[in-house]
């Protein structure tokens, strides 16, 4: 009698991340690492620029998200004082059910076509890295930072993972700089306890560039910050909420430096209200916060959301509403005055 596999319908092998990479161009190589260089100045006190990761919820059409870089890269010299940074989400945590992000499910009909997935995910990154644009992602497992690790400047852990070992392992080993989320159920000290956890060496299971299981032996990330999103008990952007994670983040010897998630939780899962957000908190740095490093924005070519169908819209998401490019434009005007006030600020 066969006690294994009770409840699995298939196991199909995938391609290996030694398949998939080839090896970057100088140039893509370079912006990569200085962009992030550029976050890790940021999160030191060497740089006071404003990080704004923004861009769609997640991706799930290459022409929109090819485009959406491409706004990206056309706005980097009007924002010299911010470091933009696109979201390049292709992997989604649900809820309970739902459809998994891109990566998982590019077809989008529920074929779960992960080798094509993975394909076509990578060159995606690949694209938008190559227009001279920083990619980010939300880590979801073990696994695929063995295919993207090299293609991202910035990366997350959300509000679902941030208490898992798994995660917490994972971010331990990252090449980049992670933003560890609080908790759906408000809590910033068990972020803080990730934050931690990442910057120690770990000893997990993963895999190589062969796509062999492995044991993986890290140095610990020592870039690590909290992202607050708000969660069960409302919004927490305010200055009290940030004063209280300050308080947080210092009594346990860590940076107190804080990105804000101006959508979730924080904008009522609202998207028009990702602005209020904005505006509260351009009004904190302006008034003098040193802890506000950053911002994360939802935006994609046309605003809202719709459902997966067969005649969808072209740059509307399929997951979280967003604002349209008109809408993200007065946001980034609204934090890029903000920063040159708080630099006129410094200096008196």
């Known amino acids: 009698m066969d006690l294994i596999d009770k409840n699995i319908e298939e196991i199909t092998e995938l391609v290996t991340p030694s398949s998939i990479i080839k090896k970057l161009d100088n140039k893509t190589m370079e912006t990569i690492n ?22 769609p919820c997640s991706i799930h059409d290459v022409s929109v998200a090819l485009e959406y870089a491409n706004f990206i890269k056309e706005n980097k010299e009007k924002y010299k004082n911010l470091i933009l940074v696109m979201r390049t989400y292709l992997a989604k945590p649900r809820t309970t059910i739902g459809w998994k992000g891109y990566l998982y ?16 995910s990578r060159f995606i990154l690949e694209e938008i890295a190559k227009k001279g644009v920083a990619c980010s992602m939300e880590h979801l497992d073990n696994f695929t930072p063995q295919y993207f690790d090299d293609l991202l400047s910035w990366s997350a852990i959300g509000a679902r993972s941030v208490e898992s070992q798994i995660h917490r392992e994972l971010s331990s080993g990252v090449s980049c700089p992670v933003g560890m989320k609080n908790t759906t159920s408000s809590d910033v000290t068990i972020a803080a306890q990730a934050i931690i956890s990442a910057s120690k060496p770990h000893v997990f299971l993963g895999c190589n560039k062969d796509g ?17 999103r708000g969660g069960n008990k409302g919004p927490n952007y305010s200055e009290e909420d940030i004063s209280e994670t300050e308080n947080i983040l210092r009594n346990l010897s860590l940076n107190d430096k804080i990105m804000i998630d101006c959508s979730h939780a924080n ?28 911002v994360m924005i939802e935006s994609n070519i046309k605003e809202g959301k719709q459902n997966i169908s067969d005649n969808m819209t072209y740059g509307v998401s399929i997951t979280d509403s967003c604002v349209d490019l008109v809408g993200t434009i007065e946001m980034l005007d609204i934090l890029s005055l903000c920063v040159s006030k708080k630099r006129k600020f410094d200096q008196i």
Not at 34 to 55: E, P
Not at 105 to 120: F, M, R, S
Not at 213 to 228: D, F, P, W, Y
Request: charged share 25%.
């Open 34 to 55: 200085i962009y992030r260089q550029d976050i890790i100045n940021v999160l030191n006190n060497r740089d006071n620029r404003l990080v704004v990761i923004v861009g």
């Open 105 to 120: 499910d590019p077809d989008l009909n529920e074929t779960n076509d992960l080798n094509l997935g993975i394909i076509k």
């Open 212 to 228: 062999k299981i492995s044991k993986v032996k890290t140095k610990g990330n020592k870039n690590c910050h909290i992202i607050l």
């Open 267 to 294: 904008s009522n899962k609202d998207y028009k209200q990702q602005i209020n957000v904005v505006n509260s908190v351009a009004e904190q740095i302006c008034n003098g916060n040193q802890s506000i490093f950053g």
